[in-house]
């Protein structure tokens, strides 16, 4: 007997359909909820029932816990299950979950705040022998006091928010003479953003690769890893493309930081999906960073090379089930890359562009699988985060994967905004992240926006350009690419090089 038949996802776009689905499989009713600015999106069409919860910024509709609530008493939901974002780390939102006698699918209401705390977080799994980046282990208000220990740490420093999330609240501070300006930002960036000041100070690591593990804990004490995820090429710390497994990690590496993920998830007594985020310097030490109790964006990639459904075992482990897997079960097959497609211009530092897919047609064939909540002709909404989609790669090998994502990303098509999808197929062709020799500073190594420009040196192929753009108009799109094919490319390439 199943405890679960009704499960109320409070999230909307792709994760409310990716989780969606999955209920659907395992026979579960779904209800969506939304604001009014997704009215007419996908995951309200696609719910067995839709509840509107009010106007558009997420603050009146999806991080309303009353609202929620209600909704789910109304359709009689006997599970809510949070997504990502929005409510998903909120330990206030599990916990009413559970007083109103509903399966919050997720982690304790105490693991989510132990761990929302990254100074708690650090001291948790300390206990438990796992490597801390040198630094503070107590909120710091006073910039003197600051000062003095950022010279101990030694420069550069990172100052970041104890309440911090999505990159906010975190400065990093080259040396002593524009510390004092930088803590100040750091301050007033976590105080709006999570309403918590507090900030704390970390050694900044050198050449940082950022190398998280997926966790799953059940209700029973047992405790796996479902390997890495490299989530190294970032933005604004963070993650624009990732992959599974890392292309550093030798086995023996692979083994001890497994283990040290498994202690953390111990360390809070904790079930559910959790990704345990470590960062690895130069010599592939690696420190903890902070553990996300909940699904994350990028967890498609650890589908692939598992052959799991997270979002199944989530339901499975939320019933009270015990894991279906021992940890010597677990085999990676093949490399998965995700790359995030975003509505944000990367020649104009990566800031959201928000509008209407005009055009909007995915890319297809084996081992390509795209997440996203959108179709042709709908907008954007500038409410919530600009991710148009995820496009997964899966192949034997990781050089397989990163030709299959160059040629996903050639066939993808979207105008109408401009998004993250030319510099993601920068990345893939770029020697440094071919080589697997790259960190977390690899835009600002070697990205500038003139690496998108169209090679204007090519004239011959500009030339082959404009007669097909005519081509294409009078006589359609195979004389068009018949005529690219002699310059070797098509008109979709042709399309996304026009300035
Ligand atoms: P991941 O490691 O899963 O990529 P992110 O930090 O990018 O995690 O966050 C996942 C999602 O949650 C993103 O949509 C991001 O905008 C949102 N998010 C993360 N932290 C916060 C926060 N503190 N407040 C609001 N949204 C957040
Ligand atoms: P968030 O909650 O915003 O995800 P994290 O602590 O996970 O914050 O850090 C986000 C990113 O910032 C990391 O993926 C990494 O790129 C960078 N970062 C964090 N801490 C350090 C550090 N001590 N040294 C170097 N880079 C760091
Ligand atoms: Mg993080």
Known sequence: ?????????????EIALRIMRSAREAGLQTVAVFSE?????LHVRYADEAVCIGPPPSSESYLR????????????????????????????????????GLIFIGPSAKAIELMGSKLAAKAAVAAFHVP????TTEPITDVARAKEIAATIGYPVLIKASAGGGGKGMRVVENEASFAEQMERAISEATSAFGDGSVFIEKYVTSPRHIEFQIFGDKHGNVVHLFERECSIQR???KVVEEAPSSVLTPEKRKLMGEAAINAAKACGYYGAGTIEFILDDKLNFYFLEMNTR?????????????????QLQIRIAEGEKIPFKQEDLQMHGHAIEIRVYAEDPANNFLPDIGKLKTYKRPQGHGIRVDDGFEQGMDIPFYYDPMIAKLICHAETREAAIEKMIRAIQDYEITGLETTLGFCGFVMKHDAFRSGNF???????????????PDHTHT?????????????????????????????????RWRKNRS
Request: aromatic share 4%; no cysteine; charged share 25%.
């Open 236 to 238: 604004r710390h963070q």
């Open 132 to 135: 801390l980046v040198p630094g």
């Open 65 to 100: 816990i009353d609202k929620i609530l209600d909704a789910a008493r109304q359709t009689g939901a006997d599970a809510i299950h949070p997504g990502y974002g929005f409510l998903s780390e909120n330990e206030t939102f599990a916990q009413r979950v559970e007083d109103a």
């Open 295 to 311: 699904l994350q964006v990028e967890h498609p990639v650890t589908e692939a090379i598992t052959g799991l459904d997270l979002v």
């Open 460 to 492: 011959e192929e500009a030339i082959v350009a404009i007669l097909a753009g005519t081509l294409l108009k009078s006589n359609g799109r195979g004389a068009a690419d018949g005529a690219l094919a002699a310059v070797g490319t098509t008109v979709s």
């Open 439 to 453: 960190d977390t500073r690899f835009v600002e190594k070697y990205f500038t926006p003139a690496a998108l420009q």
């Open 37 to 41: 600015a997704d009215r007419q999106s």
């Open 1 to 13: 007997m199943r405890k679960i038949k009704k499960i109320l996802v409070a999230n909307r776009g």
